[in-house]
């Protein structure tokens, strides 16, 4: 954990300092909250024209700072200079997304109501839920902080931001920008650790957003019942990745694979985590694995552990963890070897064939270790992965249509994705898990929405109270039985 003070001060290539992190001191947090709450009432962000010109704000943000956000981000993560713009910085592209659409998401809806209430003028507004709450993790501090903010600010909220303090470097660039770009009667920010969090989820937010894992997810979400305050919830959990061997291309599929475990050292919340495989099919695969790392990891013979296009544990208590999943699994290492960096908190990717009950599959891995499974067949692949916590995505690679649907109709996780991995993030789709694996939504349309309240309303007019007028007392028989004839529709036969 990061504390007050410098914190590895100096980029690369002689580049000036990057900002310090301090916490947020604990008295000032109920004021940063009470600001923002005022500032909301006011009507600051009612106007579309506000909204967009908060999400250009952030846009710049992102792009006018590109060189010092992937500076950031190796600092804490040794994350590649590629990855950072591919999967962080290229963000600013949903708050465009967002300034293009706003105008058509935010249209009051004119729903289809009886005739007899047309004249009403029934309109759903879509209106901003007030001041919400956006607690964000370390292992894509960029993209999972400014994700759920281009959404809050479309839907015309103000907003606290709360970096990971795992992430201090990012953490404190972060700080140091945002009153720079946004509107302070708009986003405000807190840095800190377990004790200034504790003192945000004791103050009554009109929606909390948090991403991370299920533990801290049970706490955000005991502090907001407290309030009755709506929460989304961006879990994780333990990806499966299902092999239905015929008709595939084994070496794209390992490509593919590794695409989505390699990217952050594994450290991703929709990384495939484990594999289930046909025992027939597992050794081709293995080799495509091997064959994959020797043409990406060619000029360190085919190890990406200390390749400059592979990253690291993002601290040394992450590293003991994945590490010790490690050593007390019972199961064979097929691919890859046992191969650490402690100064730099890297690990080699491997995979290790077990079962279900190793340690390796008693919680999400977060690294780059794959316990791969045998499975008899596709229904045996998806009682398996039923009979767990419902993933944040599941990866099923198939040629068979019969086989997509039948994993369309009775598995149940976040996303499904056919032939691939990862990268469904990355193409505008709602985000979001189910039970273990999160609750709500993000990303584009639906995040907007997540933000928003449909605020149901009518006009009624004089001139209609004779129509209406039957609802008074007294009631006769006539006005009875006419509510018989309103109540009593006629129900057609519905056959499955």
Not at 10 to 24: V, Y
Not at 115 to 142: F, Q
Request: aromatic share 8%; with cysteine.
């Amino acid at each position: 954990m990061a504390t007050n003070g410098k914190v590895n001060g100096n980029g690369a290539n002689g580049h000036a300092a990057l900002p310090e992190w301090h916490s947020t001191p604990l008295a000032e947090i109920p004021k940063l909250h009470a600001d923002l709450d005022a500032s909301f009432r006011s009507g600051i962000m009612w106007p579309l024209a506000k909204r967009k010109q908060e999400l250009a704000a952030m846009a710049r943000m992102m792009t006018e700072n590109a060189e010092l956000w992937a500076r950031a981000i190796y600092a804490d993560l040794g994350k590649p200079e590629f990855q950072a713009n591919l999967y962080e910085i290229g963000v600013s592209h949903q708050a465009l997304t967002a300034i293009a659409q706003l105008d058509e998401w935010a249209a009051p809806a004119k729903p289809a109501v009886p005739e007899r209430h047309a004249k009403w003028s029934p309109t759903v507004y879509k209106v901003p839920k007030g001041v919400v709450l956006i607690i964000s993790p370390w292992n894509y501090p960029l993209t999972l902080t400014i994700q759920p903010l281009i959404a809050a600010l479309a839907a015309g909220n103000c907003a606290l931001i709360k970096p990971s303090e795992l992430a201090p470097h990012f953490s404190a660039l972060l700080a140091d920008l945002v009153p720079k770009y946004f509107d302070p009667g708009v986003v405000r920010l807190v840095n800190g650790g377990v004790e200034e969090t504790t003192r945000l989820l004791e103050l009554k937010w009109d929606h909390i957003f948090y991403t991370g894992n299920g533990a801290v997810g049970r706490i955000i979400a005991r502090a907001a019942a407290q309030h009755l305050t709506p929460i989304t919830l961006e879990l994780g959990g333990k990806s499966p990745v299902v092999i239905d061997p015929t008709g595939l291309d084994l070496d794209i599929v390992a490509k593919r694979i590794l695409h989505g475990k390699l990217p952050n050292a594994g450290q991703t919340c929709v990384a495939p985590d484990y594999i289930l495989c046909p025992e027939a099919s597992q050794k081709p695969l293995m080799a495509a694995f091997t064959k994959t790392m020797e043409e990406w990891f060619h000029e360190t013979g085919g190890k990406a552990l200390r390749s400059p296009h592979y990253g690291r544990i993002v601290n040394e208590r992450h590293f003991r963890r994945v590490q010790g999943l490690v050593e007390r699994s019972k199961g064979e290492v097929v691919f890859g070897e046992k191969q650490t960096d402690p100064e730099r908190y890297a690990i080699e990717p491997i995979a290790i064939k077990t079962d279900g009950e190793d340690d390796l599959m008693k919680e999400e891995i977060f690294g780059p270790v794959f316990p791969l499974i045998t499975i008899k067949d596709v229904d045996d692949a998806i009682n398996f992965i039923e009979s767990r916590d419902h993933p944040l995505s599941l990866y099923v690679f198939t040629k068979n249509e019969e086989t997509k649907q039948k994993f369309i109709a009775r598995t149940r996780s976040g996303g499904l994705v056919f032939n691939d991995t990862m990268d469904q993030m990355g193409i505008g789709l709602p985000f979001g898990g189910v039970g273990e694996s999160g609750m709500g939504y993000s990303v584009g349309r639906a995040g907007y929405e997540q933000f928003t309240h449909l605020r149901a309303s009518v006009d009624v007019p004089d001139n209609d109270e004779e129509a209406v007028s039957f609802r008074y007392p007294p009631y006769t028989e006539e006005k009875v039985n006419l509510a018989k004839v309103l109540s009593r529709p006629e129900v057609p036969e519905v056959h499955a």
